[in-house]
């Protein structure tokens, strides 16, 4: 098993123990390829969720240029949400974790075919 297969089965037990959910394994893969290196990456591989600048990272970066949505509060909403589901208290929000949720929330997964 390599370092991105680890890591996606960590993030599934993520997914399964902290938020509640079943993930899709295969969606879940190509969101987790999609970040690229940043995974591998101690400091890139999380989100901050008490950081405006982070959120507004997720947003533009994710979101708008990602998967192609309009900006509006509905974007903020939908991040404070997924950051609550994952646990506040949680310290190691995992980006593609976090990314997944959102794609999953605004019903994207045709972006990642």
């Known amino acids: 098993m390599g ?7 960590r993030y599934a ?12 394994l295969g969606l879940l893969t190509k969101v987790t390829i999609g970040c690229g290196p940043a995974i591998y990456d101690a400091d890139a591989a999380t ?3 008490t950081q405006p600048g982070e959120i507004e990272t997720v947003k533009r970066n994710f979101l708008i240029k990602k998967l192609g949505l309009t900006d509006g509060p509905d974007l903020d909403a939908a991040i404070a949400s997924v950051i609550e589901t994952y646990g506040k208290s949680e310290r190691n929000k995992y980006r593609a974790v976090v990314y997944y949720m959102l794609t999953k929330h605004f019903k994207k997964e045709s972006v990642y075919g």
């Open 13 to 24: 037990e993520d997914l399964r123990s902290k938020c509640g959910m079943e993930p899709d």
């Open 3 to 9: 370092k991105r297969d680890e890591l996606i089965a």
């Open 47 to 49: 989100v901050a969720g």
